[in-house]
């Protein structure tokens, strides 16, 4: 990278991972990151970067901390349960 660009450093950090919370009801749902990111703090999970869209929230903390992670986000949206998902996929026609 640096022989073909501007760059000086890079750093590789593989002891990191990334939670995401996605749904289209989120648009009409305000205060949703506020809950994401109060359910991390409430367990001490520390948020290195943040990415957000219209109906997805991701964030990127240290590796030791995704089950934690997971668990808080899974009860605070009340994502756990003995209920199957089913996802619809396709080419939209």
Known sequence: ??????????????????????????KSHPGVTAEFMEALRDVNVN???IS????????????????????ALHEQFQLGGEDEAVVYAGTGR
């Open 52 to 71: 957000t869209s219209e109906i997805r929230i991701s964030v990127l903390i240290r590796e030791d901390d995704l089950d934690a992670a997971a668990r």
């Open 1 to 26: 990278l640096q022989v073909q660009g501007n760059w000086t450093n890079v750093l590789y950090d593989d002891q990191v991972g990334k939670v995401s919370l996605v749904g289209a009801g989120m």
């Open 47 to 49: 948020i290195e970067l």
